[in-house]
């Protein structure tokens, strides 16, 4: 009886303020659990995302640098011929379907060249 008793005598102003302590325990719990998802998340993202396409980005440049040949003189085109320029894309395309193993690489016919000017 003396629990009920106790519980008769609050006030509304008593269980108002009960009920504002209540809420606001909650929203803070609510939200402490957000920014804990969200520092996650984040942490994941950092982890598996953006750390691994560094080291892919930094490994790809070390190999670029070491592998990359100095690059060539390039003849303007005034000084290029189009039978060389002919022979050389000839060579390509057979060397190219050699490589793909095709019985004969050079059994094909360059029926037209027209250069563009661009």
């Keep these: 009886m003396a629990e009920t008793a ?13 009920a504002g302590q209540m809420t606001l325990q909650g929203l803070g719990i609510v939200f402490l659990v957000l920014a804990i ?3 996650a998340m984040t942490l994941f993202k950092l982890l598996l995302h953006d750390l691994p ?12 640098e070491v592998e990359a040949p100095e690059p060539e003189a390039v003849p303007s085109q ?26 004969d690489p050079a059994g094909f016919r360059v029926v037209s060249f027209k250069k563009t000017h661009r």
């Design 53 to 64: 396409a560094k080291r892919k980005a930094a490994q790809k440049k070390t190999e670029a």
């Design 78 to 103: 005034a000084e290029t011929d189009p039978g060389e320029l002919i022979a050389v894309i000839s060579a390509a395309v057979a060397a190219c379907r050699a490589e793909a193993g095709e019985p």
């Design 6 to 18: 106790a519980a008769v005598e609050r006030t509304f102003a008593d269980n108002l303020g009960l």
């Design 37 to 39: 998802l969200w520092g």
